[in-house]
């Protein structure tokens, strides 16, 4: 007799990685094209190590750091293997069966698969023409099952992004016990002053939870390190249903030393965005719609036609991310990546 599974499950939908393709330039997970910074590879060597010894199961010394860092109380703040990893925590921290999660689509396409993993009921609201976060929308899908809402700003993977007063507006709609998850992975990235800082929106509404992640800006997506940083009883639930031991020595180490980096780091992300700028203006003069970023990567959303775009783009040795259905996103990668993607995207007959 077959293992019994949930029944529900046949309809998670699959988180789709962007694909590595030996001898293409890939340009399709908004990966900066550089490698950790020395000092941080030096310091993740270090922690490998010690890799016969389980790493610090409370995340302390970076807990301390990232407080520090943000002026805020070390309970407030739960690290967790990404900040994918934390989506799913927050669900089951504060979902129980049949409670309703609310997000913005398309945006990121881990909220659905967290939702219903948590028993929760995925609540998709449609972007506005110009692909950015209906807000008024999204307050009136709220309903008294609603126990969670994901904000992606700037989202992924549109690139665009709310300004403070529509942000401000919506946070005033909202109950306040439904939380409200701004989940900041490409904050670094933002370069319009309209564009609010989630945390301090935070000390203003006890209902908010921020996301950031070292994945991006920090270079270090293959060690699998973000944070949240909200409530101290809802950081104390995080960490309550982390899996033991889920942060690394490795991942530890580099985070902390890339603390300690920041200025590098941001020179080179506003190198990304400079390449973003670059690829939005040559394309929109080829006759491309490209909604203004503020990330790291572009959105083309071609509908019907993104898959066509992608396969042609890789006919040209770039790997892109098509969303069937919807558009293409494109990451900045070197200034010679970028080249190369142009010109198969000008060869690409709209």
Known sequence: MPVRLRDDLAALPAYVAGRTVPGAVKLASNEMPLPPLPAVLSAIHR??????????????TLTARLAEHHGVDPARIAVGTGSVALCGQLVQSVCAPGDEVV?????????????????????RVPLTAGHVHDLDAMADAITP??????????????GTAVDETALRAFLDRVPGDVLVVLDEAYREFVSDPAVPDGLALAQEYDNICVLRTFSKAHRLAGLRVGYAIGPAELAAALRGVAVPFGVSSAAQAGALAALDHLDELHADCAGAVAEVGRM???????????????TNFVWLPLGERAVEFSEHALENKVVVRAFAGDGVRVSAGTPEEVDLFLAAAGSFSL
């Not at 939005?280 to 503020?294: F, I």
């Open 103 to 123: 997000f913005a689509w398309r945006s990121f396409e881990a909220y659905p698969i967290v939702a219903l993993a948590g028993h929760a009921q995925a609540v």
């Open 47 to 60: 922690a490998v190590e010690a890799g016969n010894r389980y790493p610090d199961i409370a995340v302390t």
């Open 280 to 294: 939005a203006s040559e394309l929109r003069s080829m006759g491309y719609e490209v909604p203004p970023s503020q």
């Open 145 to 158: 099952r609603t126990r969670l809402v994901f904000v992606c700003n700037p989202n992924n993977p549109t």
